[in-house]
């Protein structure tokens, strides 16, 4: 039996060009269907567009199904730039960011997972982002999920104050080209978000270095000084319904709960190590 010819080059950049028309008439159609979702739903009306639940779902399998030499970095950032921009034709907003941990990083995050279609808005403080997305109908805020300077998390307290969404990056490794871990904030709707870890704004009286212990081996925190001797206000994430050993981790370290509320939630992280193999912490 005769073996076929190998492919010429001429033959596989045939191909390349047919997979690149393909691809770009299907984006096209993704766009009609979004124009009818749009008169269907009249999601232009009615402000946020965001869907976190969703977009963590899509994500998940995006990791799963990858494999082949395209690195998982340029497929996530592909498909990170697809939703962004699909939502933002849907409901147009912007994105306001906060420099304070570093211009180059949070530009890179806001680029990554938005695109530059989509208005990027600088601010150097988390309380200018969390007041303009108070301000705003469907607007979104990026703040680092780090070592902050104040509580600006008490500024989402209120039942109608805007919440934490999620917490990028969603698919996180050593060598992610946009790490800078960030909460993403805005006003949800109720339908759509997703409550895999729950974020709760915690005062305690008693902190020390028992209390610090107690509270990392159970939960992520970003804490600061508070008013009063001894005291701390805290940005806790925590699995859903997990708040309870919490609370009683930090009576038990001598510290005291004065004041506590759900201020957002997020989707649980995906963890991909150098050899592909994936992980929910």
């Known amino acids: 039996m005769v073996k076929p010819a190998p492919p010429t080059l001429a033959d596989l ?23 009818t979702l749009i008169a269907t739903k009249k999601t232009a009306e009615s402000g946020s567009a ?22 998982l970095d340029t497929a996530e950032g592909i498909w990170r730039v697809i939703i962004a921009t699909f939502t933002y034709v849907q409901a147009p907003f912007s994105v306001h960011a906060d420099l304070s ?14 695109g530059f279609t989509v208005p990027f808005v600088t601010h150097m403080g988390a309380a200018g982002v969390t007041a303009a997305i108070a301000n705003s109908r469907g607007d979104l805020g990026l703040v680092p999920a780090t070592a902050a300077k104040g509580a600006w998390w008490t500024a989402l307290e209120g039942s109608d104050s805007p919440k934490i969404i999620a917490r990028l990056p969603f698919v996180e490794r050593a060598d992610h080209p946009a790490g800078l871990p960030v909460f993403a904030i805005a006003r949800p709707h109720p339908d759509a978000v997703v409550t895999d870890v729950e974020t709760w ?7 020390g270095p028992a209390a610090a212990q107690a509270l990392s081996s159970l939960a992520e925190a ?9 005291a701390a206000a805290l940005l806790v994430s925590v699995q859903k319904g997990a708040l309870g050993a919490v609370e009683a981790a930090l009576v038990n ?18 963890t991909v190590t150098a050899d592909g193999a994936v992980s929910t912490p």
């Open 13 to 35: 950049r045939r191909e390349i060009d047919r997979i690149d028309e393909a691809m770009h008439r299907l984006l096209m159609q993704r766009g009609d269907i979004i124009d």
């Open 50 to 71: 965001f869907r976190p639940a969703r977009e963590a779902d899509m994500m998940r399998r995006l990791v799963e199904r990858h494999h082949g030499i395209l690195p």
């Open 101 to 114: 941990a570093g211009e180059a990083a949070m530009r890179d995050s806001a680029r990554f997972h938005f």
């Open 201 to 207: 704004s915690i005062r305690v009286a008693g902190w």
């Open 222 to 230: 970003i804490v600061v000084p508070d008013r009063g001797f001894e």
């Open 253 to 270: 370290a001598g510290a005291s709960v004065r004041s506590k509320a759900l201020v957002g939630s997020h989707a649980r992280r995906y």
